[in-house]
């Protein structure tokens, strides 16, 4: 049989490559671009090498932002995580109440980012908010508007209420394809309720599991709508996370080089994190 | 290690609101005498499955209860049993070692990890998995995985019965033959009761010292692999083991002796009382042979198995099956078929009639 050479097929690629060129690397080469230069505007750029990104991860204020992003990044999977998971075991998975559980996690993942945000504001605001008001009446000292405490509180307390269904939702995934011949084979064999989570709903679930925290990384750590609606960044700095500086320093200051220079380190540590979890979670699996 | 009893059980699955109840299992008294070897036999959905999860205690019988040792054990949770059961598709905890798998059933029951790490070398010895014990089971074939399974129901030393589930459903043909000669040998040496759910007649017969046919919800027939081929209690029996099965022909009775297209025939047992319902004959194809006078037949197809032809002919409406020796002629002319009378019983709806039954 003779072979045909056809090249023609790459340009049915072509709308591709100009979509993703488009879409993704024009743009992030204009943030290398301003990440190395100067400009001052009139389209006059003058070369500056890393002088960006020594200012930026030198600058005290990046760490700051960063540590309170690492913080926040850490509080909220150290709850959605094991909540989800706990929420998804406690689930029915069978009969006429599985569907009203499934909406009722979907409804929080359904409002949009700002929404949830102000839902929050006026919910936490002290003197009209159903909850500032009742805690205040409570006895607690609670102003979100005024006390940093407060409002890391509401803003965590905020996110675990939006995004812990996400983590439900693919756990409950994950549960839901063990076959019953697991559970059976566990009461066979005498396992307690502990050793059937630990040896088989967690590793059924470690595959939906690790994406779901990928996803909660990502998204958390690139957080920028309810806090800004919730809070605007304040009191002070105190809430102010990475995105909120970066768009503070890109569009408030108008520091086109710096603000070019912190989102590229911004991207490559999300990148590199997710990177190291992801390998460590595989490592086994390759095995 | 103890005796099991059924009394009177039944079992329905729950269904949706408004549906009549199913029963799965309808009504079966049965008891499994110690240290047998039992085949539970029967086609898909017979309700083979239930029973034994009955046993086990993983399903509570809706009705009729469950002894050990004559004390009732119907409710007590399946831990509480001392039930070892294999099922029909491996289960393995991935994330463990080989030796974990097989201690697992051990160490929940707090056994000494001495004698855990004794009896693991000693199941993994049999099972032909020693060289594995340090890898992780979630790597294994789908065989070796169903041995872990096999070596966890295997390992521990106190329990009352072991239950097999198909067991070998997913296990390579030669191997199957292999592990089956192990299960056999096996239950010689330790003498425990073991029960195996098969619908493979060839593999329950090789395995069992009785067989119990299990057709529809009920237990038909319990016996040796002879009887259940002799003196089939119920037409089910006879077509579902034999291969080809039994021919079941519908016959009336004149004066105890039965007749088939015209045809006085004798069988060996007669039918001495009046009987009304679904009257039929049953002659395996092993025991019918061309003669010189007879029923008339006509050949429909001879198919050649080797040491023997499984002959095909036809009388009116009904087709009987025929086992015909290799070197045997086949007549070429109108051909006539006789039946020997010791091995031809009369069924009234669809049970063998006993002399001296109603």
């Not at chain 2, 790490?117 to 199941?123: G, Y």
Request: glycine share 6%; hydrophobic share 45%; net charge negative.
């Amino acid at each position: 049989m003779r072979k045909s050479t056809n090249q023609k097929a790459w340009w049915l690629v072509a709308p591709v490559l100009l979509l993703v060129a488009f879409n993704a690397f024009i743009p992030l080469m204009t943030v290398v671009n301003y990440s190395l230069q100067e400009t001052f505007g009139n389209n006059v750029f003058f070369w500056e090498g890393v002088t960006w990104f020594e200012q930026v991860l030198r600058s005290e204020r990046f760490h700051a932002s960063l540590m309170r992003q690492l913080l926040f990044t850490s509080m909220i999977l150290a709850i959605e995580v094991p909540l989800g998971i706990a929420v998804a075991l406690s689930m029915p998975r069978k009969g006429p109440w599985v569907s009203v559980c499934l909406v009722l996690m979907a409804l929080p993942l359904l409002i949009p980012w700002n929404v949830v945000g102000a839902m929050w504001n006026i919910f936490a605001l002290p003197d009209i908010g159903l909850l500032g008001y009742s805690l205040n009446s409570m006895g607690f000292d609670y102003n979100f508007t005024q006390q940093p405490v407060s409002a890391w509180m509401t803003t965590v307390v905020m996110d675990v209420w939006h995004w812990t269904s996400l983590i439900v939702l693919l756990c409950y995934a994950g549960l839901c394809s063990i076959p019953d011949a697991y559970y059976q084979a566990a009461r066979i064999d005498g396992a307690s309720g502990w050793a059937v989570f630990r040896y088989i709903q967690l590793p059924k679930m470690k595959r939906v599991l690790t994406i779901a925290i990928l996803l909660r990384f990502m998204d958390s750590f690139m957080i920028y709508t309810e806090p800004f609606v919730l809070t605007g960044g304040g009191p002070g700095n105190t809430t102010t996370f990475l995105s909120i500086d970066l768009v503070k320093i890109a569009l408030g200051q108008f520091d086109l080089g710096p603000a070019a220079a912190m989102s590229l380190i911004y991207f490559l540590v999300v990148l590199l994190i997710c990177w190291v979890f992801y390998t460590l979670m595989m490592r086994n699996e390759a095995q | 290690m103890s005796r099991i009893e059924f009394k009177d059980v039944r079992h329905a699955y729950p269904q949706p609101a408004g549906q009549p109840l199913e029963y799965a299992i309808k009504e079966v008294n049965q008891v499994w005498e110690n240290g047998g070897a039992y085949a539970l036999l029967g086609p898909s959905g017979c309700g083979k499955t239930t029973l034994l999860n009955v046993i086990s205690g993983l399903l509570t019988p809706s009705e009729g209860s469950i002894l050990f040792n004559h004390s009732d054990v119907t409710r007590l949770p399946t831990a509480e049993r001392h039930i070892a059961q294999v099922f029909q598709f491996p289960v393995v905890y991935d994330t463990m070692t080989v030796f974990d798998n097989l201690a697992f059933p051990l160490r929940n029951r707090q056994t000494p990890e001495a004698r855990v790490k004794e009896r693991v070398t000693e199941i993994a010895e049999m099972l032909d998995l020693s060289d594995r014990l340090d890898q992780r089971a979630a790597g294994l074939t789908a065989d070796g995985k169903q041995k872990i399974s096999l070596g966890r129901g295997l390992v521990r030393e106190d329990v009352n019965a072991i239950l097999f589930d198909e067991p070998l459903t997913v296990i390579d043909p030669h191997l199957k033959w292999q592990l089956r000669s192990k299960l056999k040998e096996l239950h010689q040496q330790l003498g425990v009761t073991m029960i195996y759910v098969t619908h493979d007649q060839v593999e329950a017969l090789t395995f069992a010292d009785k067989v119990v046919v299990m057709h529809d919800g009920t237990v038909v027939q319990v016996g040796t692999p002879v009887e259940l081929f002799s003196r089939p209690r119920h037409t089910f029996v006879g077509y579902f083991i034999g291969s080809p099965g039994m021919n079941v022909l519908p016959c009336s009775i004149e004066n105890g002796q039965p007749v088939f297209a015209n045809n006085l025939l004798s069988s060996g047992y007669p039918a001495d009382t009046d009987l009304s319902g679904k009257l039929e004959i049953g002659i395996r194809p092993e025991f019918v042979n061309f003669s010189d006078d007879g029923i008339p037949v006509a050949i429909e197809k001879i198919e050649d198995l080797g040491r023997y032809q499984v002959v095909t002919v036809r009388h009116e409406s009904e087709q009987i099956k025929m086992l015909v020796g290799e070197d045997e002629p086949i007549p070429a002319e109108s051909p006539m078929i006789s039946f020997d009378p010791d091995n031809l019983r009369i069924y009234c709806n669809d049970w063998a009639v006993e002399a001296g039954d109603a």
